[in-house]
């Protein structure tokens, strides 16, 4: 493996634990802070260290809109992938563990071909990916363990509020990519999350949440420099430049990584617990994706398996000099 290709893999890795943390901190956050102030407050974090980055790595002139698909852009990435998204998420996640909020919104990748099929002609969906997204649906049940008894209840709970955050991303990208915005996407998110922060301010105060009702604990604090500075501004760059290099199926697979480490920071953390039913429930969906990317993951895995065999012909001529050389 090349240094580039471990650059990347450590990028990968981070981006995973960066934004498997946030479901955590979120979790953690909400004790004492309502859940659109806290997602505001981290998105006015996040832009103020994120502009900055911006600004002192571009020249300006690279940075300012000029047509109305930057605008178009800008608003859906804005209001629809990052602004509901996570406060969809946020609302949702006080009434399920980290583990769960984290795998719901893993469906982005189920999702988003499903809206790519009515919105983009030129990503119309398959029959495999019909079949791969209705695995990934199965999956869905399974993870929230719906029952036609419990059916009302879980569609009217949080994990149905979660859902939607990821319908709500999974829209934005779609549209982001409708809008055909010449702003590169570091640059675009830069803009967006001033967005973000006003609208949720917006709609939290619309829905009555109180600045007086916070209560800025060192958890509290710790769970918004987290929010803003690590699974926001650092992340969204790591992300973007990960986008960039390796293309967005392998990128968008760390959104399956991410309720691994999402589990395993509420066990630790938290004292959360997952059922076998929800971990199960998560191998489905994977399996789903899987089916939906198999045209572009089938040259990756092909790719790959040259590669090891290429790797172990390499040391068994080693071991087999190594051996003839003792002698």
Not at 86 to 115: D, E, K, R
Not at 268 to 274: Q, R
Not at 282 to 305: D, K, M, N, W
């Amino acid at each position: 493996m090349s240094l580039r290709d471990h650059r990347w893999s450590a990028a990968f890795l981070a981006v995973s634990v960066l934004f498997g943390g946030t479901f955590v901190a979120a979790k953690a956050g909400l004790a004492d802070v309502p859940p659109l102030l806290l997602v505001a407050v981290r998105f006015d974090l996040a832009a103020l260290v994120l502009g900055g980055y911006v600004l002192y790595t571009n020249d300006w002139a690279d940075l300012v809109p000029r047509t109305r698909g930057d605008i178009a852009g800008i608003l859906a990435a804005g209001v629809f992938a990052i602004g509901l998204a996570n406060g969809l998420l946020f609302l949702g996640q006080g009434s399920v563990t980290s583990g769960v909020g984290a795998i719901l919104f893993a469906l982005v990748p189920i999702f988003t071909p499903l809206l790519a099929g009515g919105l983009l002609s030129d990503e119309q969906l398959s029959a495999t990916g019909a079949v791969g997204t209705l695995v990934g649906l199965v999956g869905v049940g399974m993870v929230i363990e719906i029952t036609p008894a419990t059916l009302r209840a879980t569609l009217s709970g949080g994990a149905a509020i979660v859902l939607a955050g990821a319908v709500s991303l999974a829209l934005g990208t779609v549209l982001i990519r409708r809008s055909g915005a010449t702003l590169s996407s570091t640059a675009r998110t830069a803009w967006a999350l001033p967005v973000s922060a006003g609208l949720l301010h917006a709609l939290s105060v619309g829905v009555g949440e109180s600045v007086a009702a916070a209560t800025w604990t060192p958890s509290a604090l710790a769970s918004v420099a987290y929010l803003g500075v690590f699974a926001g501004a650092l992340a969204y760059i790591l992300h973007f430049n990960l986008l960039d290099a390796v293309g967005a199926t392998r990128s968008s697979l760390v959104f399956y990584v991410s309720p691994v480490v999402a589990t395993l920071g509420g066990w630790l953390l938290l004292g959360e617990s997952l059922s076998a039913m929800t971990v199960a429930g998560f191998g489905v969906i994977v399996v789903g994706f899987g089916i939906i990317g198999a045209p572009e993951l089938a040259p990756l895995a092909r790719r790959s398996r040259h590669r090891l065999r290429a790797w172990v012909r390499e040391h068994s001529r080693d071991d087999s000099g190594v051996q003839r050389s003792g002698h």
